[in-house]
């Protein structure tokens, strides 16, 4: 398995990721937050021509006074000369200053943009989109990979900058110096600059494994700590610290090949780069024999030799961040292009006096275009002010009903209605305001029960929290822990029992006030008591209000006014409680398993043999049950 699990992740990096940004197209990217922070940008480019004029002026005072102050004994142009070695330096200091604080803020406002942007994206994706992603690689996505963009922003876009002014200030004053030295000097560059787009590759792929697998490692590690139950209940912790181990082996493997690759780039590049020393050493040397050259012009070529080794090796250095931040910004870029499924119209309207009517008409669903269909030919009308339950087996598509309802997606064919409102009419706010979730696994956020009964109205009265946690039945219980509404609660509400958590969520959603609700009924074991608290909670909850209650509890089928079974993303029945028993259809059936001692019309379950008769309502082709000898086989039941 933790081949698979590896095995998946290399496929992954050839097919998820695919490295197709050139650097010219990142920075092509970024010009946009470039140009939205350009005056910190504008003012370190001044700084770095201011730079790269004054650190040419150096070998020129220390040529000036070879050549011309030491042979013509002039003493008294030593006090100028120092003086104006000490000036050039002071102004490079402030320069220097001036350059670095301005593209550090240049670099770390840019990093903001982009990871907002980037969060705000995430934050206003589909929900479809977070089906097929781990939580831990989008995690890596917006903090280690922004990082790594920004070390490229913040570290080496100015050192490039600079450099390469640099570079064609010196060239250009060697060119003029002596033309024949320079070009033997500049023979390695074609060289150098061919070895670092070959290593450049290299070290992209290399790179590649990488992220991809530190952003496995992260996907673990979320994985496995929010699950951290699951696997203590089950003793799987040494597994799972073997698994952890292949991965972080996996990651380390990588890294060692990026480095690997990295460290030969770099002395291969300072063998070329030396090569330019011995040749003006020995060219230079016989210049200056031969009449053609001064002693000092040949100290100032040399300077400046120097002064020119320095961005090459810089450079040499930041390929390796380079490397890293083009695929970084490849993971960051490829998130920000992804369109969400799930749109506003440009003219889509606020939903405003709402009666609470829920349509949906000739609904056809799969999940992704090409995947299953999950829901057929779907019709169903719900008054305002009803309570529906959905019912059928495992699969049979009551949750999709009710994320259709909320908009998470969008049907293929057919549409549904909020009265009178198309959904994908209305502004997703306004539609979002009037519909409340109540789902099974209730999760609370890190913060206090106040914060999180806020959550639903976020400018909600403490007045109003308050009438709300006394409806949900939560008041209680919450003046029972010293802080009261000021108590934190753990990330997931870990302090707090599933009856409590259940009751706040109920308190979030009343706060909240819409006039349509999901429910999805919690199958956990509550004990008695918190049953029926939550029981009366859910009551106040539904009364008044449209709802969709996927069924687990026996009162809610009771109480509903309308009783939907589905089998297969088709509805088989419908009708109130009585009516469906009276029918001796697949709810009696489903009714007379699961509460043998409630049923009155069916006393035992070979008696189900009838049942084959049944037919979905109005569609063709569904199966009916499937019957083997005398006895029934169904479909595996988790709710109802
Ligand atoms: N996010 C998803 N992506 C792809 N397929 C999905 C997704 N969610 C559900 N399905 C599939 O859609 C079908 C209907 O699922 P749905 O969750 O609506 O059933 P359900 O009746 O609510 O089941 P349960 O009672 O077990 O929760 C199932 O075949 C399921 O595998």
Known sequence: MQANVLQKIAENKNGDVQINRSVKKLYKRLWVYIWQNKLPFAIAIVMIFCLSFVQVLIPQITRYAIDTVIPGKNFDQLPWIGGAILLVSLLVGVFNFLRSYMMSLFGHRILNNIRNDLYQHIQKLSISFFDNRRTGDLMSRLSGDVNAMGNLITADIPEIFADSITVVAISVYLFSTDWQLTVMVLVTWPLMIYLSQVFGKWMRDAYRDVQVSGAAINSHIQDTISNINIIKSFGNEQYEIDRFADYSRHYMDA???????????????????????????????????????????????????????????????????????????????????????????????????????????????AYSHNGQVVLHEFNLEIQPGMTVALVGSSGAGKSTVAKLAMRFYDPQKGRILLDAYDLRDVTLDSLRDRVGIVSQETLLLYGTIRDNIAYGKLDATDEEIEVAAKAANAHQFIMSFPEGYNSIIGERGLKLSGGQRQRLAIARVLVKNPQFIVLDEATSALDTESESLIQESLQKLLKDRTSIVIAHRLSTIYNADLIIVMEEGRILEMGTHAELIAKRGRYAYLHGIQFPQKTTLLESIEEIKEIKEIEPIGVKGLKPLKVVESKVVVPELTTF
């Open 255 to 365: 890294n060692i090949r990026a480095v690997r690759l990295w460290s030969l780039f770099f002395p291969v590049i300072g063998i070329l780069n030396n090569l330019g020393t011995l040749i003006v050493v020995v060219f230079g040397s016989s210049e200056v024999m031969l009449g053609r050259l001064t002693i000092g012009e040949l100290a100032a070529f040399l300077a400046y030799i120097s002064q020119m080794n320095q961005p090459i090796r810089r450079f040499s250095k930041v390929m390796n961040i380079m490397q890293r931040a083009i695929v970084a910004s490849d993971r960051v870029f490829e998130i920000l292009d992804i369109k969400p499924e799930v749109t506003e119209k440009e003219d889509a309207v606020a939903i405003a006096n709402l009666q609470g009517k829920v349509t949906f008409e000739n609904v056809e669903f």
